[in-house]
């Protein structure tokens, strides 16, 4: 049995992190010793773990939950998780070519400002600028 900052320590976790993730049922509710202390077993350590390294790789806390079966009538098969994942893996994607579509803004803008010796910034222009 954990206490909550044992329980953070093992996971890299904060304290509050792990309250929440109880509140939001992403973990259950724990039992509490004689002094009111929440106590966590192993199971709980193995899903805290799990949801860190889910969040690492982005997916959203109602995903999480589904990964987990938490909230579901059962846990989910593998093809579920596979449509979960493929799901997840075609957002990735669109954020990867915003995030290059703004890459290359930057890029132009700043070597525009790297010319300019004026007092007129253009990377301040930009952001005034409608798209």
């Not at 509050?16 to 350590?45: C, M, S, W």
């Not at 790789?57 to 098969?77: D, I, M, W």
């Not at 890459?103 to 007092?119: D, F, G, R, W």
Request: aromatic share 6%; glycine share 6%; proline share 3%.
């Amino acid at each position: 049995m954990y206490r909550i900052g044992e329980l953070s320590n093992l996971t890299g976790i904060k304290v509050p992190t792990i309250r929440y993730f109880e509140q939001v049922g992403l973990i259950e509710h724990t039992d509490r010793n004689e002094g009111n202390q929440r106590l966590y077993k192993n199971a709980e350590l193995d899903q805290l773990r799990f949801i860190k390294r889910g969040r690492e790789l982005g997916f959203t806390q109602a995903e999480l939950k589904v990964l987990l079966g938490k909230g579901e009538a059962h846990s989910p098969n593998c093809g579920e998780v596979f449509q979960l994942a493929q799901n997840h893996l075609e957002s990735v994607r669109e954020k990867i070519k915003d995030l290059r579509k703004i890459e290359k803004h930057l890029k132009e803008v700043s070597k525009q400002c790297e010319k300019a010796a004026s007092s007129e910034c253009p990377i301040i222009n930009a952001l005034y600028a409608k798209p």
